[in-house]
């Protein structure tokens, strides 16, 4: 259960929200292109319960109910992702014009993520994130989006997550494509970065108000102070955290990487660095890394080969989600402080753009309790100097969880998948309150 004493209160002008993406909610699968995920669960055995997203929540027949539930939980933003492939579509831009519309109307503010792992399937096949042309026609695509809808939306974010795109769909092939490519993965990272920044310029040109990129981070922590497992902690922190910031923040890779990138990556820096408004940092856990093991290891649902230079270790004696995941809310406070020391004045305000949970029931006091304990963590790293303007749960809606299927519940709101009946769960209520104190104490 969550503690007793109040939650503390956040800076005026807090943006406070629920994050979604498009392939994990909006189904009508029929009135968009196909993308790499509708060909990876078409394949047996990639996803845990044999599902596809199809229908996922029918957020796209259903999203005047959706921006009901929004404004009933009183967020002052909504963050959710366009979709590449029903944007191929003439008429694709539609329903984004309309949800648009329903959330101004609303009186949230519309939080675009431009790509979340989406990517059209027949790109792919052209080479995908594997090639240079892909950043082209990502910021074309943009360009295509700001110009419908940049006169309601102030606030975008071009990428989610391209390190777990890189690590989970093409160097280890647990999510879409599917590739198994190891290192050989590294010029889909730069790519996506190249893609970022010439979106940043594509936006610029629109007009857009503020841009930012999202990451995942997590601190990482070495298995023991023995050499073999520092280094090795070392270098799985340089591979999901630094490669990921450092290009954007200090236009540069760490050191030993650049040379591994594609020709001409290091001409492509001053694109990728191009200033940001705000840097989003979705945040779930720590990681421990120690020395390689011998063995391949399943962690948290995604198999980790032996021939990898570190392994992945199980932190102990935490809390556990229902997906595994180790509650360590203390991490966040950890991270931000952390990226602080490290980036100084090159890190622009921190927006927490996913941080959430997985668990069974309509009356999830677990969730109630991470959330609360996580929202105290971040006020630490507020106390402590970090310039934090936004907070987002992940997720308003049980949704379709990747390669997990529909087995894991992140929702605020509960979604029967047979009848696709929304019911908002404990935890719906519990941040409803918090955010009417936080609006009470302003």
Not at 13 to 22: D, E, I, N, Q, Y
Not at 53 to 73: I, M, N, P, T
Not at 311 to 320: A, H, K, L, M, Q
Not at 380 to 403: I, T
């Amino acid at each position: 259960m969550a503690t007793a004493h109040p939650l503390p209160r956040f800076p005026d002008g807090f943006l406070w929200g629920v994050s979604t993406s498009a392939h994990q909610i909006e189904g009508a699968a029929e009135l968009r292109e196909r993308s790499v995920w509708d060909a990876f669960t078409e394949q047996p055995g990639r996803v845990k319960d044999g599902s596809t997203a199809a229908v996922a929540c029918d957020h796209y027949h259903r999203y005047r109910e959706d921006v009901a539930l929004l404004a009933g939980l009183g967020v002052n933003a909504y963050r959710f992702s366009v979709s590449w492939p029903r944007v191929l579509r003439e008429d694709g831009l539609d329903f984004y014009d309309r949800l648009v519309d329903e959330l101004c109307g609303a009186g949230i503010r519309p939080v675009p993520t431009l790509f979340h792992w989406d990517l059209p399937l027949a790109l792919h096949e052209a080479g995908g994130w594997r090639e240079r042309d892909t950043a082209e026609r990502f910021a074309a695509y943009v360009a295509r989006v700001a110009a419908r809808l940049g006169d309601r939306v102030r606030q975008w974010i071009t990428l989610n997550e391209p390190a777990e795109h890189t690590l989970l769909g093409h160097a280890l092939g647990t999510h879409a494509p599917g590739e198994r490519l190891m290192f050989d993965a590294l010029p889909v990272a730069h790519h996506q970065l190249l893609a970022h920044g010439l979106a940043v310029r594509a936006l610029r040109a629109a007009g857009a108000a503020e841009v930012g990129l999202t990451n995942s981070h997590g601190p990482t922590w070495p298995a023991s102070p023995e050499p073999a497992d520092t280094e090795a902690a070392d270098f799985y922190d340089v591979l999901l955290n630094r490669m990921f910031a450092e290009p954007v923040l200090l236009g540069a890779y760490p050191e030993g990487i650049g040379e591994l990138m594609p020709d001409g990556a290091a001409d492509d820096l001053k694109i990728i660095a191009e200033p940001l408004d705000f840097y989003g940092v979705n945040y779930y856990a720590p990681t421990k890394v120690g020395a390689p093991q011998g063995a391949e290891i399943d962690f948290g649902g995604v198999r980790m080969p032996a021939e990898l230079p570190f392994s992945v270790r199980e932190i102990e004696d935490r809390p556990r989600t229902d997906f595994g995941w180790p509650v360590v809310p203390e991490g966040l406070t950890e991270l931000l402080t952390g990226f602080r020391d490290r980036y100084g004045d090159r890190l622009p305000p921190v927006v927490v753009t996913e941080n959430g949970c997985s668990y069974e029931g309509l009356d999830d006091q677990d969730r109630i309790a991470y959330l609360d304990g996580h929202l105290r963590a971040l006020h630490e790293a507020v106390r402590a100097g970090v310039d934090v303007r936004g907070y987002f749960v992940w997720s308003l809606l049980d949704n379709f969880e990747w390669a997990e299927g529909y087995a894991r519940r992140f929702g605020l709101v509960h979604v029967d998948y047979a009848t696709l009946e929304r019911t908002p769960k404990a935890s719906y209520a519990w941040y409803r309150g918090f955010l009417f104190a936080q609006r009470r104490a302003g």
